[in-house]
């Protein structure tokens, strides 16, 4: 088996892309895609991804270039047959909870990451409006969880991946998780999965030529 590219950054999406690729056990080769250098912008680049954004698979046995997480993770599981779920139920639940990450979960706590962390200006209004906005996002993740183990049946699956790395980050902006057991829980769950852990290590950027 021929490995798959994998086109990544150390980011949270990054990081769903790896985290199911160590699920899974497909063989797999990094690339440092550097977007604080602007590798992203790079022609070889966009021609994975026109949209300029981490991460891009290529499965050169299936002749398949996809970008978009979510899209990755679907496609992983059913080329692996792990993680794969079973039914149209577990199908609908799955794409309902990896869509809220896309759509909410990822897009909030990023824009909050940027007005706290990255912005020259601190603005005040930004802040406080998307930390409120993350901390709603995590009472309605907390509510689902205090029902049943993960995001879909009682079953870890691709849309805790999806989700996860984004709230792996949220120290990193100071938001605490103790106002939010159930998920405080999950979390916790999740970070001691071996593959999570050896997920979380790609790329290795201090030992990667970038």
């Known amino acids: 088996m021929t490995p798959i590219d994998l086109y990544t950054y150390q980011t949270p999406n990054g990081h769903k892309a790896s985290i199911m690729l160590e699920e899974t056990g497909l063989p797999y080769a990094v690339n440092v895609i550097d977007i604080e250098a602007g590798d992203q912008h790079r022609p070889s680049f966009l021609a994975l991804n026109p949209n300029n954004k981490i991460p891009v698979i290529v499965d050169h046995d299936h002749d398949q270039t996809l970008f978009e997480s979510g899209a990755i993770l679907l496609y992983l599981a059913e080329r692996s047959g792990v993680l ?13 909870w990896s869509f809220f990450q896309a759509a909410h979960v990822g897009p909030m706590i990023g824009q909050l990451w940027h007005f706290k962390v990255f912005a020259k200006d601190k603005l005040p209004y930004a802040i406080e409006r ?41 120290p990193q902006l100071g938001v605490s998780l103790t106002d939010t057991p159930h998920l405080q829980r999950w979390h916790e769950t999740i970070a001691a999965r071996p593959a999570v852990q050896r997920g979380l290590a790609v790329p290795a950027l201090a030992h990667a030529d970038a």
């Open 130 to 170: 998307y930390e409120r906005e993350t901390a709603r996002i995590l009472r309605v993740l907390d509510g689902e969880l205090a029902l049943r183990p993960y995001l879909v049946e009682a079953s870890y699956g691709i849309a805790d991946i999806m989700v996860w790395p984004w709230i792996n980050a949220l």
């Open 84 to 96: 794969q779920p079973k039914g149209l139920q577990a199908l609908s639940k799955t794409l309902q």
